[in-house]
């Protein structure tokens, strides 16, 4: 069974979800994974402990589930929080927020409050 199952908006249209491995005596071949949004749920196969899921709409929220298969028999589900996908605006929003803040720990800090200082 999947442990420490994560899920979170990586862009406007994909969210990742990872996962670690229980122990290493399970004989896991893949990984289910399902999300859901309130009109519908989808499913793939994984074949290692995380993937980004895209081509999402943005602004909806999905429940995300995860098992280990083997060649038999499917594992108990594991519920990750639901996650929302970001709107194309909060992303880029975000986005300029982690380079003004990389940006303003640099070297090029006086350059960067000169080119603010001329909007």
Not at 91 to 112: D, G, I, P
């Amino acid at each position: 069974m999947p442990r420490n199952l994560s899920a979170f908006a990586l862009r406007w249209d994909a969210i990742q979800v990872t996962w670690t491995v229980f122990g290493e005596k399970e004989e896991v071949a893949s990984y289910e994974v399902q999300y859901c949004s309130l009109s519908e749920c989808r499913a793939l196969a994984v074949f290692s402990t995380s993937v980004v899921i895209e081509s999402l709409p943005q602004y909806t929220t999905f429940k995300v589930k995860v098992r280990g298969r083997n060649t038999v028999f499917a594992g108990p589900w594991k519920l990750a929080s639901d996650v929302k996908t970001l709107g194309m605006l909060s992303f880029f929003f975000v986005l300029w927020q982690s380079m003004f803040v990389a940006l303003s720990h640099s070297k090029f800090t006086k350059k960067v409050d000169f080119l603010f200082s001329l909007v």
